[in-house]
């Protein structure tokens, strides 16, 4: 999400644009690194805050925590 990261950046040389779609099987938003030591944990703080605001479904995911679909 670009509340997060930065979607400028490209990890791959040929990726030319920034892929905005989804492959469409959840129908809300995962913020990862909620309440972790990892650098962008400060940054979930402020997505959950505009999620809730604008009323986009999410969930959170602690480092290491999984969603299972079955």
């Not at 995962?30 to 400060?42: A, F, N, Q, R």
């Amino acid at each position: 999400m670009e509340l997060v990261d930065d979607p400028n950046v490209k990890p791959y040389d040929s990726q030319k644009e920034t892929i905005w779609d989804g492959v469409g099987i959840l129908d809300y938003t995962i913020l990862p690194h909620y309440k972790s030591d990892h650098p962008e944990s400060g940054k979930v703080d402020e997505a959950i805050e505009y999620m809730t605001k604008n009323k986009i479904p999410f969930k959170t995911l602690r480092d290491g925590e999984v969603i299972i679909i079955e």
